[in-house]
């Protein structure tokens, strides 16, 4: 009878604890958790907090007697193992309910301890109103602050678990500030996606405070008031710290198993340690990048229950393998939904890999009818072969759909060339009949054919001073907002005023833009097949270039009367042919 | 100078007509429509019957003066091609406007001619009020019927147009019959598919009279009396016909052109007809169907729009190539969701293709985050390499998101196993951290590799009288409803009872069932540990069950108490690991 010993009862460890049994009804699986509570919907705290989930015992999806009872598993809360005895195999646990300590024999261990949420050394972080979320007793210590009577929080960080918590204690009418480190929202996206989440967190009354970070906390009759690096102190009842978690390795540490460039457990295929008796499984391991075959730490609930899955299947002599984790994620912010697969072209810059990208604006579903409105779209691929290597989304619906057709696509090694190809369900309610991920991939692969050139709104500053800037929206559109220097030629007059541009182009290169990138592309076409070489239009058009200087640019000049804008970029889009 | 004419200015037409233009700034390209409109959202037109689409003009997406002045395109409606000389490469036209008759030259000719609307020979159905809906004046004549006073209305057909104009219609308060031939709604879906479909629509008002068909059409005072096979008459204000669609090849045949076995137009992968001048798309030709390799007559937008780029491009000299269709198809059904991709399971018996399937009924998102629902996912394998071969899901959220990845799967060739570690986008409002996508995947590995053997809901009729049929329920849910013939062993005793079913086992096969497959999974590995072979689990369990057995079954015996037994499920599920 094999013994199997598993450490921590969340994701990973249940996945392998369920799976193991099912493999091998006769042996002994203890399941060992510090926490009280075991395999808790952890990604639902924030959503209780705000009151989505009014339910909090739906959050405990099982007890260790409905485990034991239907899975036949030894599931023990409050157990800390503290230490392992990797010569006798032999766990060393605490009860920590009365302080007992006793062994726990193993054949095969698995480690899934998670990680931590961080706490900087900053001074004064100690106070007793300056919270994480990671479980159900920090939710509930929260919850307690609001139901208390406070009225107002500081989250500090800004990525998934900030901006949730940020949204659920508006949702429980808080006044919230938000501070995060880097100049936007959601750091693991590029920065011009986080633009228009920045803009709807502070429509929905989230103080924005970007590019700053928390230099102290001091108290304040109770409550906590924090410094900021950029000089400004904000005070509140309470402080949510989100930025960010780190594996729990001290116990893997002690033990003398090796540890990975990022600090997690490293592991092999199969999921095992450095020692083969025992195994790692979810936030604690690094795991290869999908798409950059770096060595990674990524924290995700569907790859930590692979994980788990997959080493049950190797201790009970399988050949099952965890290839790598791509990353793909989403999270709801307020009205909006944002997410990412594969790369970022951050993380492409960083490693010095070759890429090219696109940006496009479809709508969710076919604009006549309702409940739709744009999404941007940043598709990132190989510009040799046009192999797929990340995507970004953000906007309102059908946002994750796009996600995970996409995130099946990069799993499946597909290529832009595919993309177009795919036959995805449409309905009016549902898509278009040139689906979003379609579009994306009529775009990229236009430009690896050559049929377009297209610059991007980071080049904006360093254009050169010879280039003609030409916005070929409509005159109202133009009039309503352009950018600086450009040039009005509407598209249905191009063809009239090629001698314009041909004296333009004979003086420096043709740049052209209107307000998601489609009636450039026609005005590209005209042009180019004018004989005019340097031509160019820009990727996303002004909305993408708005992402990227929003804040630079919106000094007095009006936002992009978007509303109009649309409507009539759909009628050009609908020269592409609808059904 | 190109001259291009195309016939047809809908999808694949007018995106034919916009592409051939991005390519060749020269070409003279005329599109030749015979209706008055041009690139309409003919998808939207029940929409708008319903009233969810208030605005009429936003189904006319673009016009020919639109057309022209962004385009250059020579867009003439009205415009009935009546003949074409091959060898002079001369198109006959006459102008429905005034009766003129003028010749149209071309290097290249198009035809986008569509589908038209089936009218069977069936006495009586040339009655005013037997009306169609494939266009704008088809939509206007049953909008002016009923703002006319009509009251009721018949709908002969279930399919697509059939249910979606059943919506439009009970939402503009009419009493609504549905008559379908074959004994279900929706028929490309497998019949068991559409039982929920057929009860949700008959909550909607929607009387549903399936299995039977129109035999003749009387007038009575100005209304419509339909006699069904069935015996019976129904009367209404209106009959709305949605029995299918035919491709519109008569000037093809008139001209010689090769047809398919089906009756569509033969194309090559270039859309090139039998005329190597000659090209087709859209509902008109034939294609290949990517799971079965068979040719089909598949009319979907999208596929249309995708072959009018391509032919675009063999025009203009590229290699562009048209590959298959696999018929990715969604249909909103009042609050429902429904559709497929790939090959049904009735066209892979008819072909006598080898395949397996599993059923199950993963929800939406999480489901402790509120506005999710159980849906009917049946997936479609090779029982060899475990190639997905199709899929379809019918339920309420989510749907269309894992129609279209597991329709991105099929395109790229993607096996069960892949469908395991497909990783994606989670976070409690959009999915579950083992998405129902990866789900299906767990089950149908776990077939493929012996894991599980599974019994069918259609084998129930044929089982060995021997066989031993236990529910491992609750008692509760026992109590409510169980299959006839069936004891019940809840799973959480059924280590202790062993012995019991040992003795079963001795006198025959033992088969297992529960709500929906996943508890009855773990009591089958508990089962076939403890050494009895003869043991197998219903897939989908009682929920797909129904879905095969609800007429038959229902006599007298209440419905499946869904919501009990679906949080009962939902705390087994949790055993494979929640986060």
Chains 1, 2 share one sequence.
Not at 181 to 206: C, I, N, S
Not at 319 to 342: C, E, H, N, P
Request: net charge negative.
């Amino acid at each position: 009878m094999k013994r199997i010993v598993i450490v921590g009862g969340v994701a990973a460890g249940m996945s392998a604890a369920a799976r193991l049994r099912r493999l091998d009804e006769q042996a002994q699986i203890v399941v060992l958790e510090r926490d009280r509570y075991v395999s808790y919907a952890s990604c639902g705290l924030p959503y209780h907090i705000g009151g989505v989930i009014p339910d909090r015992e739906s959050l405990q999806v099982t007890t260790p007697a409905y485990l034991r009872e239907t899975m036949n598993l030894d599931v023990r809360t409050e157990q800390e193992v503290v230490g392992v005895d990797r010569d006798a195999k032999l766990v060393h646990v605490v009860d920590l309910r009365d302080g007992a300590r006793y062994d726990e024999p193993y054949d095969a261990l698995v480690l899934a301890q998670g990680a931590a949420p961080l706490r900087p050394p900053v001074p004064g972080i100690e106070h007793p109103r300056v919270l994480t979320l990671r479980s159900i007793p920090d939710m509930d210590a929260i919850i307690a602050l609001i139901d208390g009577g406070a009225q107002s929080a500081i989250v500090i960080g800004g990525s998934y678990i900030g901006v949730e918590v940020a949204e659920a204690l508006r949702a429980r009418n808080l006044a919230v500030d938000l501070v995060e480190l880097q100049d936007q929202v959601m750091p693991l996206l590029d920065p011009e996606l986080a633009t228009p989440l920045r803009d709807h967190m502070q429509q929905h009354g989230v103080e924005m405070h970007l590019g700053t970070a928390a230099t102290a906390f001091h108290d304040v009759g109770g409550r906590v008031a924090v410094e900021l690096k950029s000089g400004a102190t904000l005070t509140a009842d309470l402080v949510v710290l989100a930025v960010g978690v780190r594996p729990i390795a001290t116990l893997a540490k002690a033990m003398g198993l090796a540890l990975g460039p990022r600090g997690g457990i490293a592991v092999d295929t199969h999921m095992r340690s450095s020692d083969p008796a025992i195994y790692a499984a979810g936030d604690m391991v690094e795991v290869t990048d999908t798409v950059t075959g770096e060595p990674a730490l990524i924290a995700l609930a569907g790859p930590a229950n692979r994980q788990g899955r997959i080493l049950a299947d190797h201790i009970c002599g399988r050949d099952a393998a965890y290839t790598s984790t791509q990353g793909t994620a989403v999270v709801k912010i307020f009205d909006m939904t944002a997410g990412m697969t594969g790369a970022s072209e951050r993380t492409l810059r960083r490693l010095g890999r070759p890429f090219t990208k696109v940006y496009l604006h479809p709508s969710g579903h076919a604009g006549y009818y309702p409940g739709t409105a744009a999404m941007q779209l940043k598709l990132l691929f190989a510009p040799d072969d046009g192999k797929v290597l990340g995507a970004q989304i953000v906007g309102y619906d059908g946002v994750d759909k796009r996600l995970d057709v996409l995130a099946t696509a990069i799993r499946a090694g597909l290529t832009v060339y595919d993309l177009e190809q795919l036959e995805l369900a449409y309905a009016p309610p549902y898509g278009s009949a040139k689906d979003p991920v379609n579009m994306a991939g009529f775009v990229a692969a236009n430009l690896l054919r050559g049929d377009v050139a297209l610059w991007y709104a980071e080049d904006y500053a360093q254009l050169d001073p010879q280039t003609t800037l030409i916005d070929v929206r409509s005159p109202e559109e133009y009039a309503a907002w352009h950018m600086p220097n450009a040039q009005s030629i509407p598209l249905p007059e191009l063809r009239a005023r090629m001698g314009e541009i041909e004296a333009a182009a004979a003086r420096g290169p043709i740049r052209l833009y209107c307000m998601v990138g489609f009636r450039s592309y026609l005005a590209y076409r005209i042009v180019r097949q004018h004989g005019i070489v340097d031509v160019a239009t820009l990727s996303g058009g002004a909305k993408t270039f708005l992402g990227f200087y929003h804040t630079s640019l919106d000094n007095g000049q009006p936002d992009l009367p978007v509303v109009v804008a649309t409507a009539s970029d759909r009628a050009a889009e609908a020269l592409v042919g609808t059904a």
